[in-house]
Structure formats: C-alpha cells, structure tokens
Nanobody
C-alpha cells in the first residue's frame, strides 16, 4: 500500500488549495482517513478526519475554513482549504486506517501561505 499526496504549493493569504491523497496497491476498505500537519518547530497535529460512514472531525483551528471528503471508489481523500492563513503553513500528511491492512502515512505535501 502506498499513499500519494498532492496539491500543495504556495498561496497568498485568503487563497484556497485542495489536497488529494490516493492509496494504490489494491482495492481497499477504510475505517478512517485523515489529514495531519506539521509546522516548523512544532509537533504534528490533527487537521481533519472522515470515517467510512462519512462522519467528519475538524480541528477547531481550521473549522469553517477546511473540509474533508473521501471518494471510496478511487481510494482517495481530499482536504479543501479555503481562506488560508500564514499559520496554516506546514507539511500536510494524509493518513489511512485500512480494514485488515493497518495504518499508512503519505509522504507529505508542503503548503506555504505567504504574500
């Protein structure tokens, strides 16, 4: 199983980005998919998760600006980020808890919010 994250980049404050993370290597069912981020000098923190039933959990720091969704058919999880702020600058990692497979991390994608 490999997770490939994409969609990061440089964006101005107030801008938007959409991150994607696709799992390859088979056909999977998942228990939980999520996004985490790690800013320079800080610990990795939870951004958002989504269960196989569609229940989402969004961190307070991004609530109202970020949303998470999943496309089960293509083993992909998305993070829509709107109204980005400089403090959102971080490496964003996807994570998937796959049924009978375990937990996997993507390689990370850098998001930089700067004018």
């Amino acid at each position: 199983v490999q997770l490939q994250a994409s969609g990061g980049g440089l964006v101005q404050p107030g801008g938007s980005l959409r991150l994607s993370c696709a799992a390859s290597g088979g056909i999977f069912s998942f228990n939980l998919m999520g996004w985490y981020r790690q800013a320079p000098g800080k610990q990795r923190e939870l951004v958002a998760t989504i269960t196989s039933g569609g229940t989402t959990n969004i961190a307070d720091s991004v609530k109202g600006r970020f949303s998470i969704s999943a496309a089960k058919v293509v083993n992909t999880v998305y993070l829509q980020m709107n109204n980005l702020k400089p403090e959102d600058t971080a490496i964003y990692y996807c994570n998937m808890d796959l049924v009978s497979r375990g937990r996997y991390w993507g390689q990370g994608t850098l998001v930089t919010v700067s004018s």
